[in-house]
């Protein structure tokens, strides 16, 4: 069984920083992309970055500029630095891991179980 630990989130006011982080533990064989989601109440999930196997990375363009995805392979983890935050930034931010596990080698996505970020005026 994977699973997926997210931390990092919090209330910041507009203008400031945080970083998010989301570790994959179990049976993992590999694992391809990696990725951040939001939803604010009320929306549906949107893409927030994405970053492929290989290191490269992709951006809503709401955050390009303000937010940088990363990821470290051996720690199976993937970070979001997140800064110059705006009220409108404020949501449950969820990260996805595409892992293929030990006992199927058949890559799946997994979700996090999300975590709240909310930035003040």
């Known amino acids: 069984q994977v699973q997926l630990v997210e931390s990092g989130g919090g209330l910041v006011q507009a203008g400031g920083s945080l970083r998010l982080s989301c570790a994959a533990s179990?049976?993992?064989?590999?694992?391809?992309?990696m990725g951040w989601y939001r939803q604010a109440l009320g929306n549906q999930r949107d893409l927030v970055a994405d970053i492929s196997s290989g290191g490269n990375p992709n951006y809503a363009d709401f955050v390009k500029g303000r937010f940088t995805i990363s990821r470290d392979n051996p720690k199976n983890t993937v970070y979001l630095q997140m800064n110059n935050l705006k009220p409108e930034d404020t949501g449950v931010y969820y990260c996805?891991?595409?892992?293929?596990?030990?006992?199927?080698?058949?890559?799946?996505?997994?979700w996090g179980q999300g975590t709240q970020v909310t930035v003040s005026p």
């Open positions: 996805l891991q595409v892992v293929a596990s030990q006992r199927t080698g058949v890559f799946v996505k997994y």
């Open positions: 179990g049976a993992i064989f590999s694992i391809n992309a």
